[in-house]
């Protein structure tokens, strides 16, 4: 089971990228896929969170309205379209993977997540 962290960057305030988490080795099928993040000195942080038995998502309050989370099946692969971003937002984002067949998502914070990904630096410039 591997999943491949990519997409972030360097953008000013206010701009836009889309991270990208592909899977190999299984297939969301069965799985609640989530995105976290880092920043230096802090704990990490639980920004989304997408389940695949019926597509449920959940956000952070932090990036509610700015970040939208959603699942291509066909190529394994989930994606974060981060708008409207801050500074604030500077972080190692990494996504991560939990067996997970139920209605619904497991909140970040409250399950530990199997599988993981190598980060991906995202840096907003203000």
């Known amino acids: 089971v591997q999943l491949q962290a990519s997409g972030g960057g360097l953008v000013q305030a206010g701009g836009s990228l889309r991270l990208s988490c592909a899977a190999s080795g299984f297939t969301f099928d069965g799985y609640a896929i989530g995105w976290f993040r880092q920043a230096p000195g802090k704990e990490r942080e639980g920004v989304s969170c997408?389940?695949?038995?019926?597509?449920?998502?959940y956000y952070a309050d932090s990036v509610k309205g700015r970040f939208t989370i959603s699942s291509d099946n066909a190529k394994n692969t989930v994606y974060l379209q981060m708008n409207m971003l801050e500074p604030e937002d500077t972080a190692v984002y990494y996504c991560a993977a939990l067996s997970w067949v139920w209605v619904g998502v497991p909140h970040p914070d409250s399950y530990e997540y199997d599988y993981w990904g190598q980060g991906t630096q995202v840096t907003v410039s203000s």
């Open positions: 997408i389940g695949s038995r019926d597509g449920s998502t």
